[in-house]
């Protein structure tokens, strides 16, 4: 069995599972986000789904997922990291009070703040920051 990051260890996880809606790789408007109506952007990633508001970041993750879904109030975002890797890229939101993850040599940050994506959420990944980065003033 290959332990991903994201994984919380549940034998019930080993199916292959994301979670439904709340897991996959496709961009803003797929099923399952009308509960974001109101979201200015709503991304669906690899490990979860990310709804950026005007006042707040919502990150709601994938049931496999060891992190907790949880929201970010715009004022504590310092910054977002975007990369877009070979294979799998990441959006990083640096929060106030929270120690991001720097990741190593091969490997991409996993924290509490970090989404994965495949080349499929790039375009949703970099909205997204644009969006974030125009409310936080940065």
Not at 47 to 66: F, N, P, Q
Not at 70 to 81: A, F, G
Not at 111 to 122: A, I, P, Q, V, Y
Request: proline share 4%.
């Amino acid at each position: 069995m290959v332990e991903l990051p994201w994984s919380r260890g549940d034998p019930a996880d080993e199916s292959g599972d994301t979670g439904g809606d709340r897991g996959g790789d496709d961009a803003a408007g797929a099923a399952g986000d009308d509960d974001h109506a109101e979201a200015l952007v709503v991304c669906r990633f690899q490990d979860g789904r990310l709804a950026v508001y005007a006042d707040r970041v919502v990150i709601e993750r994938a049931r496999r997922s060891r992190f907790d879904d949880k929201t970010i109030p715009i004022d504590e975002i310092e910054d977002v990291t975007l990369t877009n890797g070979l294979v799998v890229g990441y959006l990083q939101i640096e929060q106030v009070g929270v120690e991001p993850d720097s990741g190593g040599l091969l490997s991409s940050p996993i924290d509490e703040n970090t989404l994965h994506f495949g080349h499929g959420g790039r375009d949703c990944a970099s909205t997204a920051r644009t969006e974030i980065l125009a409310h936080t003033g940065g």
